[in-house]
């Protein structure tokens, strides 16, 4: 059963076109509300770099943490364990199997593909 009730989706991208970005390179998400039949951007949320080359700064995940945890997911090429042991702690899925990936299609094909019973 696909939920027809519309969820928050946080998207990584550096074009507003594809999801293109590492989750801890990301100057800011585009938020998008998707239900089974339609998507549409909601807003751009700015947050600070997580990633700081082999290390993450903590005060900046928890920025993003609270900047997206009104989100069912966060769609972004790659991210690492721990971060997304975070997320996952506050009910935000991340999802990494779009890479590349035009943002309101692979949105739609997430929220269709998905059984949300």
């Not at 590492?22 to 990633?51: N, P």
């Not at 990494?96 to 949105?107: Q, R, T």
Request: charge should be negative; proline fraction near 2%.
């Amino acid at each position: 059963m696909v939920k027809s009730t519309p969820v928050l989706m946080a998207v990584a991208s550096k074009d507003a076109v594809s999801i293109n970005l590492h989750f801890g390179h990301t100057k800011a998400f585009l938020i998008y509300r998707v239900s089974a039949d339609y998507c549409e951007f909601v807003e751009r949320r700015a947050v600070d770099h997580y990633c700081q080359g082999h290390t993450g700064d903590r005060s900046a995940l928890e920025m993003i943490l609270q900047t997206i945890n009104d989100c069912h997911a966060v769609f972004v090429v790659k991210i690492g364990d721990g971060p997304q042991e975070k997320l996952q702690q506050i009910g935000v899925t991340a999802v990494s199997d779009y890479g590349h990936e035009a943002i309101e299609a692979s949105l739609l094909h997430y929220v269709q593909k998905s059984d949300w019973s």
